[in-house]
C-alpha cells in the first residue's frame, strides 16, 4: 500500500426508510453517532428536544456502535426507566477509495460492510411483536463467565474491601500480639 493514497470514502446513505423499525412516526429525533461525537453534547442535545419529539433514535456504525449504545442507556436511565425500546442490527456499506501515486497503477477501492445499530426510545409502545423490542423497566439479567446462574440484585459489590478490612484487623492484632511479646521479653532481660 505504500504505492498508493488513501482518496475518498463513499458511505451508502441514511435514511428513515433504512431504519428497519417499524410504526415509527415521521417526526422523530435522529441522533447519527460519530467516532468524533462527544457523548455529553450528544445527550445534552437529545435530552433537550426529546420532549418535542416523543422518540428518539440513536444510530452508530463501525467504531462507533458502543457510543450509541452508551448514549440510549444513559438516555433510559435519565427517564427512570420508562422508555420502550426497539434495537436493530445492520451493515452499512463504505467504499474505500486508493489513489495510485504511481501513474500506471489502477485506483483500489476497498469494500466493507460496517456493522450498526440503531436503538429507538419511545414513551409510546412501538410494536411490541417486534424482535428488537424491549419493554419499559425489563432488565435482562447478566450472567458471570463460567456461570449459568443470573447474579441477584442484592449483590455485594464491596466484597473485596471487606476482605481487605478483616485482613488489616488481622494485622492490627498480629501487630498487638507481637508487640506484647516483645515487651514481655524487654521485661525478662
Request: proline share 6%; with cysteine; net charge positive.
Amino acid at each position: 500500500m505504500e504505492n498508493y493514497r488513501k482518496g475518498r470514502n463513499h458511505e451508502e446513505p441514511l435514511t428513515q426508510e433504512t431504519l428497519q423499525i417499524k410504526n415509527l412516526p415521521e417526526k422523530i429525533l435522529w441522533m447519527q453517532v460519530r467516532g468524533g461525537s462527544k457523548i455529553r453534547n450528544l445527550l445534552e442535545y437529545a435530552l433537550k428536544t426529546f420532549p418535542e419529539n416523543k422518540v428518539v433514535v440513536w444510530t452508530g456504525f463501525g467504531t462507533s456502535v458502543g457510543k450509541a449504545i452508551t448514549c440510549a442507556e444513559i438516555m433510559k436511565r435519565e427517564y427512570n426507566n420508562v422508555l420502550h425500546q426497539v434495537t436493530k442490527l445492520a451493515y452499512r456499506n463504505v467504499e474505500e477509495y486508493w489513489d495510485p501515486l504511481i501513474p500506471d497503477m489502477d485506483q483500489l477501492v476497498v469494500k466493507r460492510k460496517l456493522p450498526m445499530v440503531h436503538v429507538c426510545l419511545s414513551e409510546q409502545p412501538l410494536d411490541i411483536n417486534d424482535s428488537g423490542y424491549q419493554a419499559p423497566g425489563d432488565i435482562v439479567p447478566y450472567t458471570g463467565p463460567g456461570s449459568s446462574q443470573p447474579h441477584s440484585d442484592n449483590r455485594n459489590y464491596g466484597k473485596h474491601r471487606e476482605k481487605k478490612k478483616k485482613h488489616n484487623g488481622a494485622n492490627k492484632q498480629n501487630n498487638a500480639s507481637s508487640s506484647s511479646s516483645n515487651s514481655a521479653v524487654n521485661s525478662n532481660k
